[in-house]
């Protein structure tokens, strides 16, 4: 499938079965998470299991251990930023445009107000053609 074409939606993107940090955990167990899920982002979500916001392998380095602050102490949910998703019913290309305008590379994907997947580089790279993959990805990375 390519993005062109017409039935093609986010949830034929996403990577589904997607696991959350609790907004209460600390940073040290959501780096430990991704280490042991293989993965450079989490979605965190609430206790009423809703989406609060992405937490990345980066932002726990810059935001946390740079900052000097210990991550044994500090929340996923105090990083909770970036509440940007799309419904799995959008089309590809509404996908791509969020992405694009948030400088992201990662977008969870809600129905029924509960994350169900997570579209990420790599599953863009299964389903877009090359040209449109290489445009997608010189937006993110040079910004424009």
């Given at each position: ?91 590809v290309e ?49 910004g424009g």
């Open positions: 499938m390519t993005a062109g074409h017409p039935h093609e939606t986010a949830r034929d993107l996403m990577n589904p079965g997607v696991e959350c940090i609790a907004a209460h955990e600390t940073l040290d167990r959501a780096a430990q998470m991704m280490r042991d899920l293989g993965v450079g982002a989490l979605p965190i979500c609430g206790s009423d299991d809703r989406l609060k916001g992405i937490i990345t392998d980066r932002d726990i380095v810059t935001k946390c251990v740079a900052a000097g602050h210990d991550p044994a102490r500090v929340t996923a949910g105090d990083l909770a930023t970036g509440l940007v998703w799309v419904p799995a019913d959008a089309t509404e996908a791509l445009a969020r992405m694009e305008e948030n400088q992201i590379r990662r977008l969870p994907v809600i129905e029924n107000h509960r994350i169900i997947g997570m579209i990420s580089e790599a599953d863009l790279a299964k389903h877009l053609p090359d040209d449109q993959l290489a445009t997608f990805v010189h937006r993110i990375y040079a």
